[in-house]
């Protein structure tokens, strides 16, 4: 059996040591010391994954010590934050050692990728739960705040939103009377357990974009947080959504659910100003990464106070209504001809059954 | 039952933001954004709780929320760093809001108290999970760090270290030929669920001590990694340890086993140079903590590795042995007339059984 130092010695702390570049001090004192560049803010994010909830029991440890921090990353991304560090907390039932080795390897791979540091952690016996808490520099005028939105902004998406809840529903056998070629199970699941942080991105439309988030709980729900937060409404063209080419294959409600609703994507729902729309073009060419415009930001009437997020993503009735006081916040949903479409999606929430 | 929003608003966000001073971006974004004032460091620690290991499954909920935060500050202590914020990630079975309502009013009155703002989390369903990430700052010229100590430091403790330990064994019923009073019993368990950091105490020390480290493993196993990190030895005389007077009612084998290898206590064992004590006396007055000397930093012969911390402790077998290669690091046991003492005690370690 490995002690705690040990382990913490042989799969961590050594990797680290011979790896610190910005931090003053790292992993073996009681804090880790780090400081941003003159003239930047720090930016911080914390995220705790649990077996059965954020990842299967049986999960590839690889693929797992990649999620854990592709998921933190993707936090600074959307802030528009260049990577400094981490810190990663974990409790383990038994450490076993090819275990560690798989679970460090994918962490590791992704961390020197992006130049992210480990600067501290915690080890403890328990069931299995990861927290990775992550440091980021960026200048303060323009981090990627989710209350920037302003009406007239265009709405845009990177990569191909649902495949990851797709791969999901792969590995649940969610869709028994669904054809799936296995290229397409492959591709569903990669995006599942190696959602690529779209670091490059953030840092390319810092300065150019308004509101930034990650679409972690799903594009519909994760809008929400965008307006209720700008205090501003959008309009989705759906059939502008860029779906990939195994899930285009799917039936069309199975297409809607996983792009609109379907969690774990990790790409960035981003809004900017008519004007931008070259510059985030370019922006999005520098990353190697595609972006999508589907929809616009509407101006919401402030006479109440919000509804519940989760309430709002089916609280708007469409088209051929008449006026009444306009729901907030609200996401008006078309299609390519701008009639309405009715669509009842679901958000997702870590208390509530999937 | 509560949904993971309602659930953070009511508890956690709207506490955090009636209160936000140091953070430009708290709760509520991707990332919060802060950032240490000018010529100052940040620093970082990250500690993780877990049901059966750091707390009982029926901990009271109110001492719960103030631990959490207060192993944390007492690493901010332990660096000589002032508290700036902290994020909280927590993995809960099941939302209960009794539960909550208590657990967050712990949190709560410790965060005020030393200033230390909530600045962002994470909630999950889960087995019973608390990962706290907090910040302070800190002149880096002044962090209180393990590898500063120097032959002929003294070796110094604050308050009473063991009553924690004396606390989890009257919980645990394993004493039982053992009398211990009321008032004494209540004495232990308050010491091991209402740990008050050392934060005043660590200020005052920034800049006077050289290494400090928090003795949350046993102040014999902790020490040692101050020893290990700066390259050198120690005298610790047994009989100059600072005991409560309910520690010094229970069997002197028992004081010592509490005293030296007992996890939980959250005091400061520091090193300061001789020429210091006036000083180090008069910052524990300001903060109003009780300081001892108990031991000197000695010299190690750097010829071999180190030993493994775990076996160090009891590697030294004193007195009327003939001169060897010195074991580094070691801890020479003596008592108050400076005789040796053949101790042997084990380290407290995550991933044995304690």
Chains 1, 2 share one sequence.
Not at 28 to 54: F, K, N, Q, W
């Amino acid at each position: 059996m490995l002690s705690e130092f040990s382990l913490i010695d042989r799969y961590f702390a050594r990797r680290a040591r011979t790896n610190t570049r910005r931090a003053a001090l790292g992993i073996g004192d009681d804090c880790a010391l780090i400081a941003p560049a003159a003239g930047e803010m720090l930016a911080v994010s914390t995220d705790m994954l649990v077996e059965g909830r954020h990842f299967l029991p049986d999960v590839d440890p690889r693929a797992l010590g990649h999620k854990a921090l592709a998921v933190n990353l993707s936090d600074l991304a959307a802030m528009g934050a260049a990577p400094l560090g981490f810190t990663l907390a974990f409790a383990l039932p038994k450490p076993r050692e090819d275990w560690l080795e798989a679970f460090s390897g994918g962490l590791f791979e992704l961390a020197d990728r992006y130049g992210c540091e480990l600067i501290g952690g915690d080890t403890t016996a328990g069931p299995l739960n990861l927290c990775i808490t992550v440091f980021g520099s960026v200048r303060e005028a323009h981090a990627l705040r989710r209350d920037a939105a302003r009406p007239g902004d265009d709405v845009w998406v990177s990569g191909t939103p649902g495949d990851a809840r797709a791969g999901l529903a792969v590995l649940r056998g969610e869709w028994p009377h669904v054809q799936i070629d296995r290229a397409d199970a492959t591709h569903f699941r990669r995006a599942l357990e190696y959602p690529e942080p779209r670091v490059a991105l953030g840092l390319a439309l810092a300065g150019i974009a308004r509101a930034a988030l990650d679409v972690s709980d799903g594009l519909a729900g994760d809008l929400l947080h965008i307006l209720e937060r700008s205090r501003v409404n959008a309009e989705i063209d759906v059939d502008a959504l860029p779906l990939s080419v195994a899930l285009a294959r799917l039936p069309r409600a199975l297409q809607l659910q996983c792009a609109l609703a379907g969690g774990d994507d990790y790409e960035l729902c981003f809004t900017a100003a008519q004007a931008q729309r070259g510059a985030v073009e370019a922006a999005a060419q520098q990353a190697g990464v595609r972006v999508t415009r589907i929809g616009t930001i509407t101006s919401a009437q402030m006479t109440a106070s919000p509804a519940s997020a989760e309430a709002a993503v089916a609280a708007h009735d469409g088209a051929h209504a008449r006026p009444k006081a306009q729901a907030w916040p609200a996401i008006a949903w078309r299609d390519a001809s701008g009639a309405p479409l009715n669509l009842t999606l679901q958000g997702f929430d870590h208390f509530h059954a999937d």
